[in-house]
């Protein structure tokens, strides 16, 4: 044993009864086993098959908590090939099958939890804040972030894009909108850019509409609303201002996220940053309507601009909400069909197993009975009888000859 001198010494010995103390037991691997990671709003499990294999390993002192990788790091090579060669072991001790597809969502599982949704504990919102995620539905205050960067790259945020954001900084000052930089990738700011170059709203009209698109088809637990929220703002902006030039309308959304920056779209439409914005462009000098599609004709007077923008709004909001459905009808077909073809392949593998029963349609060859002498293990070409029988009969017909 080696003996602790020194101040340090005490501090070690209860470090030490502290692990011992902290040891688990049956009930805390279990609770490990079961846990669930959410990455964005989808929940990653442990397979059944392996947490049982791996809770019964650890009953029998396969493995202890010391072998559990840190949750605070990146799961290393070493760890992962420790826990397959601890899962392998495991199932051969107990004549169990785990199948390559669970082994891969086992090490998925392992790796997920340091991507883990969190949100921050520590950290206080606003008042203002606080206005804003009730005013738009949110959860979190992480979902104000998600949807501003998102709005921003033109694709879902991933938590790693999130790195460094915060409520009122601007999304460009996060690892995302940083990347993004560094990459030259576009962005609301650059399409912004391009088309106040340009003086036309097209490239930043077909920027947000991808940007919809993809957040509809993200996983998200904010990205349906983020859709809604980003198409409504961005189509009253353009039918509000477009009477008075595409200039007007660069320089609305310009005006509006100097005003909010970094909030989440608190308010859809800001009459007085577009009273503003008017002088900006020529009032009927503007291009080819954005929104004609919609039937988003736009009257003179403010009002009949503002009951115009909410109808186009009610009409984006009902076209976002069919093509949610829809998609949400092809993922839960694809489902079914995939339960089906799984079931398809089990009866298949399940015929093609040695001693499968009469009734699945396949005998195994040793099984199979010869339709000349009854007996099994043979086909009637190999007969034992029928080859003596034939082979005595050629012997009695030379003897005749």
């Known amino acids: 044993m080696c003996a602790l001198r020194g101040a340090g010494a005490g501090r070690a010995f209860v470090f030490c009864v502290m692990s011992i103390l902290a040891a688990w037991d049956e009930d805390t691997a279990e609770a490990w086993l079961k846990g669930v990671t959410v990455i964005d709003a989808r929940e990653i499990r442990c397979p059944a098959k392996v947490s049982d294999v791996l809770l019964q390993s650890f009953k029998d002192a396969g493995w202890d908590e010391s072998d559990v990788p840190p949750s605070s790091s990146p799961l290393s090579k070493r760890d992962e090939g420790v826990w397959l060669d601890v899962l392998d072991e495991a199932a051969t001790a107990q004549s169990e099958t785990v199948t390559k ?30 206005n804003d995620m009730a005013g738009k539905g949110a959860l979190a205050y992480t979902d104000l972030l998600f949807l501003d960067a998102s709005r921003h790259l033109g694709r879902p945020a991933g938590k790693g894009d999130l790195v460094g954001a915060e409520y009122g900084v601007p999304p460009s000052q996060c690892k995302g909108g940083k990347d993004a930089v560094k990459y030259k990738a576009e962005t609301f700011t650059t399409e912004l850019d391009k088309a106040r170059q340009q003086k036309e709203v097209g490239h930043l009209h077909s920027f947000v ?98 009951d115009s923008s909410r109808a186009l709004s009610e ?47 396949f005998v195994p060859f040793m099984q199979r009975a010869c339709h000349h002498c009854g007996e099994k293990g043979h086909v009637i070409a190999d007969c034992p009888e029928r080859k003596e029988k034939e082979k005595n009969k050629k012997k009695g017909d030379d003897d005749d000859a």
């Open 101 to 130: 597809a669970d082994r891969t969502r086992f090490v998925r599982w392992l790796a997920s939890r340091e991507e883990e949704d969190v949100d921050d504990a520590s950290y206080r919102p606003s008042s203002e804040c606080r």
């Open 209 to 306: 509409m991808g940007a919809c698109g993809a957040l509809n088809r993200s996983e998200h637990r904010f990205a349906t609303k983020a859709a809604s929220l980003i198409m409504e703002w961005f189509m009253r902006g353009c039918a509000a201002m477009e009477a008075w030039g595409a200039l007007a309308v660069l320089y609305y959304f310009e005006e509006y996220l100097r005003v909010y920056r970094g909030r989440g779209l608190p308010v859809l439409y800001d009459a007085e940053i577009a009273s503003r914005s008017q002088g900006r462009g020529k009032q009927g000098s503007a291009p080819k309507s954005i929104v004609s599609g919609f039937d988003g004709r736009m009257g003179q007077d403010a009002s009949s601009q503002d």
């Open 315 to 361: 009409q984006m909001a009902e076209l976002l909400k069919a093509q949610t459905q829809i998609a949400s009808s092809v993922s839960s077909m694809s489902g079914q069909v995939s339960r089906l073809q799984s079931e398809v392949a089990a009866v298949k593998s399940a015929q093609a197993a040695p001693g499968a029963p009469s009734g699945s349609g």
